[in-house]
């Protein structure tokens, strides 16, 4: 599956964007989707991800209760929501996609993901 993501750009601190990442495919909902995010000199650190029937979903404690992750299979899409957005916020942001073998399965790690989006800029500013 190849991933294109979208919707980066520069907010003010407390300010919301959402993300959104689009998979080419028929076959989408075989799919486990998460995101992460890498600053300069730093290791890709996991952000949020969602099951492929999209009944569950996982976050990391740095953006849980800020950020909504979500998918449409129907559409071959998977958004983050981020809301209250702080400059820590501010990174690359790229979408990843791993083929689940259970509705249940939920991979925090990056050596997990198979498929990777090219990322996008999110920059929060005061």
């Known amino acids: 599956v190849q991933l294109q993501a979208s919707g980066g750009g520069s907010v003010q601190i407390g300010g919301s964007l959402r993300l959104s990442c689009t998979g080419s495919?028929?076959?989408?909902?075989?799919?486990?989707l998460g995101w992460f995010r890498q600053v300069p000199g730093m290791e890709r650190e996991f952000v949020a991800a969602?099951?492929?029937?999209?009944?569950?979903?996982t976050y990391s404690d740095h953006v849980k209760g800020r950020f909504a992750i979500s998918r449409d299979n129907s559409k071959n899409t998977v958004s983050l929501q981020m809301n209250s957005l702080v400059p820590e916020d501010s990174a690359v942001y790229y979408c990843a996609a791993r083929p689940s073998r259970s509705d249940e399965e939920l991979p925090v790690k990056e050596f997990q993901y198979h498929y990777w989006g090219q990322g996008t800029q999110v920059t929060v500013s005061s």
């Open positions: 969602i099951s492929r029937n999209g009944a569950s979903s």
């Open positions: 495919g028929r076959i989408f909902g075989i799919y486990g």
